[in-house]
């Protein structure tokens, strides 16, 4: 019992890694309609950045991350402003396999920049540590990352709901040729966006650099990740996204746990009955 | 929606007709005669094009030609691979094996097509990924049958037998070459007529408007199985032409990075000509070969190329201008 209930809190904090991937894939979604498939290389970015700031450079952790946010940030801008931005009138099989050759690009330039797989740094002496729960050691770490998820969960929701920016950002996802009309700079709102919705992965990235094993093919396998839970929780559906994280991030914790043949297939038989059934996610009102 | 940007091009001039007609003979003539004055190598370069372009061509019907983007087509290359290697480990007759593995193929993706084509667009990407990813879930982890992560090993490159009638041996490379050879012209002879019957005609009236081919009395969905089924067929085959010659399966094969690759030989050579996938799988190949020559990093390189197709696709750039100067981006 005890061992269910833990497993269950090491699912939490795998869900918010999940939460912080598929959060930004959403976003972009909902306004742009793009589906970027390079999202997961925006993942594995953030966490190469991070790796250079705090495990080569021996910068505080806290600023390590920040700065691989503002850097993957800045990539995130050159990949809507000089190439996404050009082809949005265009069929949107394109968009998808645009976003597939960054994969490509991006993969290998890791790969140059970087080489294989890296040492994993050691945990910031202010998360060391371990909190006994249910009779084992759970680890600060993973605590932090749960509060990290549900930070950026509230913020986003606060930002979406109560400031200008959330409103000019909704306005433009629910029709943009109406907020053009009014005023909006939807070009503007469209960068903003997609820089930020990157700054999200980057962010699932960068915190997992002292626990999680960062190889230049985990973009690939984020993607995959994160694709199954936008689709459980409806494209474009934030809240959804949130919900289907903790579903997926809890059930392959009890699935590696149980299951540990048939946890992948069966996430893919949950996606594809969900879009076969409600196409328009779990979650959609 | 966004303007199809797909049309069907008029047939070229009889001259120009008689002129490809001349250099496809000569090119055929050439691969028929390939094994007698080339080595190992380009023998075996030739086997990875001629099984990419009929993946590629399979692959082409369902995207240029019906205008719906699979993202799972390793899978049923998987189903002709796995087929086909579980066959002749069982009977060493390549009749068999590879009859075995595109009859595999069909049928997946004709049970797995009845649910994919009830979505389109980028809802069928993702259905058709998850498809996919779910037979690759099968090939890694379910040890017994598919040997898990290492594959199914030693798998003969057993004759082409009819018992008691003829038997013969095709263990050499040059020689399994022809059967690699002809099969895979004669899928694309196949393909070739059929973009061309009132069924391929059909497929691209309902890509260019679903609506009108629906007012038309099409039934859409229907046709789009058929697409669907033939496009998995075909992956079948190219995944069963494999197995003899690479003696292994592993479960890479069936993992979406493989479903990529079609993609790429499509994009790489053009989704608008029926040519287009076959000039991509030789590109792929060629292009592969001599990247790796100077760079292990050939990925990069690929993905500068397709970004550079889909930046620089005609009207694209065009239709931005235009659309810039009224201020909206799309719709």
């Known amino acids: 019992m005890e061992n269910i209930a833990f497993q269950g809190l090491i699912g939490l904090s795998l869900a918010m890694y999940l939460w912080l991937i598929s959060a930004g894939l959403t976003i972009i979604f909902g306004v742009l309609r793009i589906v970027n498939f390079a999202h997961g290389s925006l993942f594995m970015v953030g966490a190469y950045l991070a790796y250079t700031f705090y495990g080569q450079l021996g910068l505080p952790f806290g600023l390590a991350v920040l700065l691989s946010l503002a850097g993957t940030g800045l990539l995130g801008y050159v990949m809507e402003r000089g190439f996404l931005r050009r082809i949005y009138h265009i069929d949107e099989a394109y968009q998808l396999l645009l976003t597939f050759g960054f994969i490509l690009i991006l993969d290998d330039a890791v790969k140059i920049i970087w080489g294989g797989v890296f040492k994993i740094p050691p945990i910031p002496a202010f998360l060391d540590g371990s909190w006994p729960m249910f009779g084992r050691a759970f680890p600060v770490y993973n605590a932090f990352v749960i509060a990290v998820g549900l930070f950026v969960a509230v913020a986003l929701w606060l930002i979406f709901e109560k400031t200008w920016w959330g409103r000019i950002t909704r306005a433009t996802a629910s029709d943009r040729e109406m907020a053009s009309a009014i005023g909006v700079n939807v070009p503007r709102v469209f960068s903003a966006v997609f820089v930020f919705g990157a700054m999200l992965a980057a962010l699932g990235g960068a915190i997992g650099i002292p626990v999680r094993v960062v190889a230049p093919g985990i973009g690939a396998s984020m993607i995959i990740q994160a694709f199954i839970i936008t689709v459980i929780g409806g494209l474009g559906n934030l809240k959804g996204a949130f919900f289907s994280s903790l579903i997926v991030g809890i059930l392959s914790a009890y699935g590696t746990l149980f299951f540990p043949v048939f946890e992948l297939f069966f996430i893919f038989v949950i996606m594809a009955v969900v879009l076969l059934i409600r196409p328009q996610g779990l979650f959609a009102r | ?331």
Not at chain 2, 61 to 66: A, D, E, H
Not at chain 2, 154 to 162: D, K, V, Y
Request: aromatic share 12%; hydrophobic share 55%; with cysteine.
């Open chain 2, 1 to 331: 929606m966004a303007t199809p940007m797909l049309t069907t091009h008029p047939h070229p001039s009889p001259k120009r007709r008689g002129g490809m007609l001349v250099l496809l003979v000569v090119l055929v003539v050439a691969l028929f005669l390939l094994p007698l004055v080339a080595g190992r190598y380009p023998v075996y370069l030739a086997m990875q094009i001629l099984i990419l372009a009929v993946f590629s061509v399979g692959f082409n019907l369902l995207f240029g030609y019906t205008g719906l983007l699979s993202f799972g087509q390793a899978g049923f290359f998987a189903l002709g691979a796995y087929g086909c290697a579980k066959i002749l480990l069982a009977v060493p007759n390549l009749f068999l094996g590879l009859a075995g593995g595109v009859a595999v193929a069909a049928i997946g993706a004709f049970l797995l097509g009845i649910l994919s084509v009830r979505h389109t667009r980028i809802y069928f990407s993702m259905l058709t990924l998850a498809f996919g990813m779910m037979i690759f879930s099968i090939a890694w982890k379910w040890r017994d049958f598919t040997g898990g992560d290492d594959g199914l090993v030693g798998i003969p490159r057993a004759p082409l037998e009819i018992p008691g009638v003829f038997s013969i041996n095709v263990s050499a490379l040059g020689h399994y070459y022809y059967v690699v050879l002809i099969l895979s012209l004669a899928a694309i002879l196949a393909m070739h007529r059929l973009v061309r019957s009132p069924l391929g005609l059909t497929l691209q009236a309902i890509r260019d408007s679903e609506s009108r081919a629906e007012t038309a009395g099409v039934p859409v969905r229907k046709y789009r199985l058929a697409a669907f089924t033939i496009a998995g067929t075909y992956a079948g085959l190219a995944g069963a032409l494999l197995t003899p010659l690479e003696n292994t399966v592993t479960p890479p094969i069936a993992h979406w990075s493989t479903s990529a690759e079609p993609v790429l030989a499509t994009l790489l050579g053009g989704v608008h000509v029926f040519g287009g996938p076959i000039v991509g799988a030789f590109l792929f190949f060629v292009i592969k070969d001599v990247i790796v020559r100077f760079t292990e990093y050939w990925l990069i390189w690929f993905g500068v190329i397709v970004v550079a197709l889909v930046m620089g696709f005609p009207g694209g750039v065009m239709g931005f201008f235009v659309r810039e100067r009224h201020g909206t981006a799309k719709d």
